[in-house]
């Protein structure tokens, strides 16, 4: 009796010695990536006040994640609350901190990439803002939300899960910020939006998207092969943007610069052409030391100095002015932001929307 208890004793002391080499020798499992998550605010974290029935902010980045289960399957989310305001708040004076933010993110070795929230009305100037400024090649990708979390069709869960899927997924590296709604994946530089409520609202004209998130997998078409990188300065200059519309007289160019405007967008029409009284004003403005930039309104094509009537873009270069090309007139007025610091030269400005 003796003998056999010991003789079981002996095989199970084997055993455990047995399947505890086998577990030291055994891989261990891999530990799930990681993605950042900033919230920043905006309709996919909106909710329907109960008292005044309309949409206002109600969510966290953590009540965001919560709502896909499914992104715990794929990755370990690391939630940041940088704000939770309408996109209309966000602009200069928040996106320098948004820079610092994700670049402190994106500098941890273990995360693979950042998704930031963020509402629609802003969200392709903010990514455009970040494209120019981080240093990571990681993937940043931007998403929000046409409908708020109370909708019944809401979007934003379905485009957070895409924004995951397509960080980890091969070849998303060194694409730069992009924006990704709805399925397609769009460059920082060359989106917009482009409608008030549809869920199909950012498109790259003719530009195109990059490639799009599947249901199996994520596919890539393209790179976008005018990004650039600018420091960042320490102070964000003035920059207006004054719109060009039938019958202005110029005073609101005026008025930008004697009010301490330290350069001018404008938002012309067609290949860059505003009428006599603007031109005037701009040339006024030019000489006395404040650039204007010409953009323009129309969807597609670029600003270019084409016509010679008083107006239109080849007298407004002749006064000193720049041409943005096919930059919207408020990516050019993000582009001016970051490059005018480094001077006011004509040829150096236009050199940097040339890019």
Avoid: C
């Amino acid at each position: 009796m003796t003998k056999t208890l010991g003789y079981r004793t002996a095989l199970g002391l084997a055993g455990l010695i047995a399947l505890t080499a086998a577990t030291r020798s055994a891989p261990a499992l891999a530990e799930p990536p990681r993605i950042a998550v900033v919230a920043t605010g905006g309709t996919i974290a909106m909710k329907l006040d109960p008292n005044t029935h309309a949409p206002v902010p109600a969510l966290s980045g953590e009540d965001l994640v919560a709502a896909v289960p499914k992104l715990k399957d794929i990755a370990t989310i690391e939630v940041t609350e940088f704000s939770n305001v309408p996109s209309d708040y966000m602009g200069p004076d928040r996106w320098p901190a948004l820079t610092a933010r994700l670049d402190a993110l994106l500098a941890d070795p273990g995360i693979r990439g950042a998704i930031v929230l963020h509402g629609t009305d802003t969200l392709d100037q903010t990514a455009y803002f970040l494209d120019l400024t981080l240093k990571s090649d990681k993937p940043v990708v931007l998403v929000g939300a046409q409908r708020n979390a109370s909708d019944a069709d809401a979007d934003g869960p379905r485009n957070l899960l895409n924004a995951a899927r397509q960080i980890l997924a091969e070849g998303a590296a060194g694409q730069g910020v992009t924006v990704t709604l709805n399925h397609r994946i769009n460059a920082a530089r060359e989106v917009r939006k482009t409608h008030t409520s549809n869920v199909e609202t950012f498109n790259s004209g003719e530009a195109g998207i990059l490639g799009y998130v599947d249901e199996d997998r994520v596919v890539f078409g393209r790179r976008s092969l005018r990004r650039q990188t600018l420091p960042l300065p320490e102070r964000l200059p003035r920059v207006d943007l004054v719109a060009m519309y039938a019958g202005a007289d110029g005073s609101q160019v005026r008025h930008a610069a004697e009010s301490g405007a330290e350069a001018i967008v404008v938002e012309a029409y067609g290949w860059g052409n505003v009428n006599a009284e603007m031109h005037d004003a701009i040339a006024e403005v030019i000489a006395k030391g404040v650039p204007v930039i010409v953009a323009t309104k129309v969807h597609d094509g670029r600003a270019l100095p084409v016509y010679g009537f008083k107006g239109g873009g080849n007298t407004l270069r002749k006064a000193g002015a720049v041409f943005a090309g096919d930059l919207t007139p408020d990516k050019a007025r993000i582009l001016t932001l970051l490059a005018l610091p480094a001077g006011k030269d004509r040829a150096a400005l236009q050199a940097v929307f040339d890019r």
